[in-house]
DNA sequence: TGGCATGGCCATAAGAGAAG
DNA sequence: CTTCTCTTATGGCCATGCCA
């Protein structure tokens, strides 16, 4: 069904690929079993479903049958979630025409990405593919021979083909030195389908804003959990979603970031966690959280501790925790024991 | 001066699938 | 069934800077 999708003749030329065929540090793609589970049993009634922290968008696209609000402070993954979720209608033989066009091009010249990328996360040919591939999109959305969901579709489709062959350990807070540099940039055609109803919503801002204006029956939560920032580890795919073509410095070759940075990263987190879950209008919140608060290193420990979570929810609901055992990735360096990952469900008080 | 934040660097485990 | 091979997944560590 998904898969005839892509049209008679170019399914034979382009492959395809789906939301969760990205890495993503803290992807839930895993455990949407776990959550999902969670909320069929312990949730009634649920029609519209808010993941205010998306990322990938992966728990959002576990509720196919719910109207779904997405939210993310990056660009990047906002243009995933307009091209994941969004209602507007597309041309699916357009978007498979243009990546066999992008996949056939070969001599692209110099550009933004050559200039600075060029024997970093990429070798040169493949910068100078993907310069030419993201400028074309803006040249041909700004034509009128794109609309807004094809736009994203295809700067999707780039970003996710640009993971697969970064010579970086999943994200770009540096890239690999002296490691071979696997194989051409080849992009897919997005199967974004599963979920566009036309209620659906995504935004790209401070999800403490955001809460004031939006209500949905069950609100997922899932904030950075360490002192990691996002627009750190994936800088480099938010500067091409953005092309806004800034000057870039240091090693890892990021751009400036003041102003991307989230509080639930910082000491500040459970403030405005606090913040946060007071301007929630919702019959259930759900937070997934881990159980890191002080057994790694300072750098990756959680920054809310659990009395902070349970005190600041049970201001607004009845709580109840769920727990799964997780084990971390690792490169063989440490040894977290019994890592768990955590659903904490609060019915609220005032949900209705 | 200590706590907190950040820049920059670094690699293997585990599972799935193929092969025998 | 066993073994091999490939793919995929995701933080930890250290040094330094910032600031009350």
């Known amino acids: 069904m998904e898969g005839s999708a892509v049209g008679v003749s170019e399914a034979k030329v382009c492959k395809t690929f789906q939301i ?10 895993k455990l949407l079993p776990f959550i999902t589970g969670v909320v069929e049993k ?27 609000i997405t939210n993310d402070l990056m660009y990047s993954n906002y243009i995933c979630h307009c091209a994941w979720f969004g209602a507007q209608a597309y041309d699916q033989k357009k978007i498979a025409d243009f990546v066999a066009r992008y996949n056939a091009k070969t ?13 970093t996360y990429f070798n040169k040919r493949n910068c100078a593919k993907i310069g ?7 040249r041909s959305y700004k034509k009128g021979e794109l609309n807004e969901r094809e736009r994203a579709l295809l700067i999707t489709s780039l970003l996710y083909a640009m993971d697969k062959i970064a010579a970086t350990c999943g994200h770009y ?20 389908r599963a979920n566009n109803r036309p209620g659906n919503r995504c935004f790209n801002e401070d999800a403490n804003e955001l809460v ?39 090693v890892a070759k990021k751009m400036d970031r003041s102003g991307m940075k989230s509080r639930y990263c910082t000491a500040g987190a459970a403030e405005a966690f606090e913040a946060l879950v007071g301007d929630i209008r919702a019959r259930y919140i759900l937070l997934s959280y881990n159980n890191m608060a002080e057994k790694g290193n300072s750098r ?13 929810l049970r201001q607004k609901g009845v709580v109840k925790v769920f727990s799964e055992s997780y084990k971390p990735f ?20 005032d949900g209705a």
């Open 42 to 68: 312990e949730c009634a009634g649920i029609e519209t479903v808010a993941d205010i922290f998306a990322g990938t968008g992966a728990v959002a696209s576990a509720f196919p049958d719910k109207a779904v």
């Open 132 to 138: 030419y591939i993201r400028e074309d999109i803006e």
């Open 212 to 250: 004031k204006r939006i209500r949905a029956d069950l609100v997922y939560i899932d904030p950075p959990y360490n002192s990691r920032q996002y627009c750190d580890a994936y800088h480099l795919l938010e500067n091409v979603a953005r092309w806004e073509k800034p000057e870039v410095f240091g």
């Open 173 to 192: 807070d540096a890239y690999r030195k002296g490691a071979a540099y696997e194989g051409a940039l080849e992009l897919a055609v997005p199967l974004a």
């Open 330 to 349: 690792t490169t063989g360096r440490s040894d977290i024991e019994e890592n768990a990952e955590r659903l904490f469900l609060c019915t609220c008080y």
């Open 107 to 119: 001599r692209c010249g110099e550009n933004y990405m050559t200039r600075n990328f060029a024997g």
């Open 20 to 29: 969760n065929n990205r890495r993503y540090l803290g992807n839930k793609y």
């Open 300 to 312: 990756s420990n959680a920054k809310i501790s659990d009395e902070d979570i349970l005190r600041i």
